[in-house]
């Protein structure tokens, strides 16, 4: 058996790990802002009907579903506007991001080091540290990170197998 080879490999694992890890936070922040996005323009859209709804009931409307369709227009603002700090969908996306970040930082240390053995300016033994160190960085990460749903790992998955950062075959093995 070649020397070192299951150093690499385990290189190359910690790698695709790292893959997954920045992917599937990167989902997860999108997925987040999407929906604060759309709470937000829901929020906007309801307060303007509110607003003019309520000129119209007070001043021009004796239809008793008018003024009930504007009071439900009103609840349903004064909800989403309470909704939308509760939630804090904003702050939710940025903390994923940060995690994805640092997944993508250990990826691309990854590739370093395995490039630095592959042109033989690290040896075994420097290589096999800087792997303990990264699994102790990842582990650090992973204490702290926030939660994915199982489809955002499966949107990343699906992602990687389909091409969407450009991977080659060889990149996308473990």
């Avoid at 009103?74 to 506007?81: D, F, G, R």
Wanted: aromatic fraction near 10%; include cysteine.
């Amino acid at each position: 058996m070649e020397k070192g080879k299951n150093t690499i490999e385990e290189l190359n694992k910690f790698r695709i790990d790292c893959m997954y890890g920045k992917k599937k936070h990167y989902n997860a922040r999108d997925r987040y802002t999407g929906y604060n996005r759309i709470l937000g323009i829901a929020i906007v859209g309801l307060t303007a009907i509110m607003g003019t709804s309520v000129y119209f009931s007070l001043f021009n409307s004796n239809i008793p579903l008018a003024k009930f369709i504007i009071i439900l227009f009103t609840l349903v603002s004064v909800v989403l506007n309470a909704l939308q700090p509760h939630l804090n969908l904003e702050k939710r996306a940025l903390g994923h991001k940060v995690v994805a970040d640092k997944y993508l930082w250990l990826m691309k240390e990854v590739q370093r080091v395995f490039a630095y053995y592959k042109d033989g300016n690290k040896t075994l033994d420097e290589v096999q540290e800087k792997l303990e160190r990264m699994y102790q960085e990842a582990k650090n990460i992973q204490t702290d990170e926030p939660e994915t749903s199982q489809k955002d790992y499966q949107k990343a998955r699906d992602g990687v197998k389909n091409d969407e950062e450009g991977y080659s075959e060889k990149e996308k093995e473990i």
